[in-house]
């Protein structure tokens, strides 16, 4: 299944490098990544600790990504980790024969 004409639009996307001393996450390499980005105000429950929390978005990506990697979507700047998000949780969709066709993350 070919979802790349889906996914129009283009977030950036850093993993997760490690935690300082002082509890401060650092980010690896920034990468541009294929998505679609849906608004959606849902309460869902987090995927680290199980509690409730209220996602502003759904973005369907074409590459993996993790709850703790920081995304940026388009209007904001990679250059300022303030204002990346992390994903409530992230799911896996599937094709027919157990192939994984795109990732969604709540944010």
Do not use: H
Request: with cysteine.
């Amino acid at each position: 299944m070919d979802v790349s004409g889906w996914l129009s639009q283009q977030v950036t996307v850093a993993r997760l490098a490690g935690i300082t001393g002082t509890g401060a996450e650092t980010f690896g390499a920034q990468a541009s990544v294929a998505a679609r980005i849906e608004p959606s105000v849902r309460l869902v429950r987090r995927a680290k600790d199980g509690a409730e929390a209220v996602s502003s978005c759904v973005v369907y990506l074409a590459s993996a990504v993790g709850i703790e990697d920081a995304i940026w979507l388009p209007g904001d700047s990679p250059s300022d980790p303030t204002v990346a998000k992390q994903p409530i949780r992230v799911d896996e969709a599937y094709d027919r024969i157990g192939n994984v066709v795109y990732w969604k993350a709540t944010l």
